[in-house]
């Protein structure tokens, strides 16, 4: 059974800096993508950014190009989100989600809250 956990959400002012993990079993990931995902109140869950775990290729959404950072520890299993400079706009709740590469995610995990303040 694939269980995807993540951590790291909270509370922050606008301009400071979070860091999301996520926590990845029941599957051999290696012919996987992971990524970031996250919802705002009342609006569409969006892709945030994704890697590849095999080489660790990265891509992003424009809204958050040159300030989130996505990694992967293939010896722990876990992929994080490095958040800096953040907005309010950041507010959502963020998920994090496996498939397989070029295939829809298919797993998904139960989210972690941020609220960036200004």
């Known amino acids: 059974q694939v269980q995807l956990v993540e951590s790291g959400g909270g509370l922050v002012q606008a301009g400071g800096s979070l860091r999301l993990s996520c926590a990845a079993s029941?599957?051999?990931?290696?012919?996987?993508?992971m990524a970031w995902f996250r919802q705002a109140p009342g609006k569409e869950r969006v892709f945030v950014a994704g890697?590849?775990?095999?080489?660790?290729?990265?891509w992003y959404a424009d809204s958050v190009k040159g300030r989130f950072t996505i990694s992967r520890d293939t010896a722990k299993n876990t992929i994080d989100l490095q958040m800096n400079r953040l907005k309010p706009e950041d507010t959502a709740v963020y998920y994090c989600?496996?498939?397989?590469?070029?295939?829809?995610?298919?797993?998904w995990g139960q989210g972690t809250q941020v609220t960036v303040s200004s």
């Open positions: 029941g599957r051999t990931f290696r012919r996987y993508d």
């Open positions: 989600a496996t498939g397989e590469s070029g295939v829809a995610y298919d797993y």
């Open positions: 890697i590849r775990w095999s080489g660790g290729s990265t």
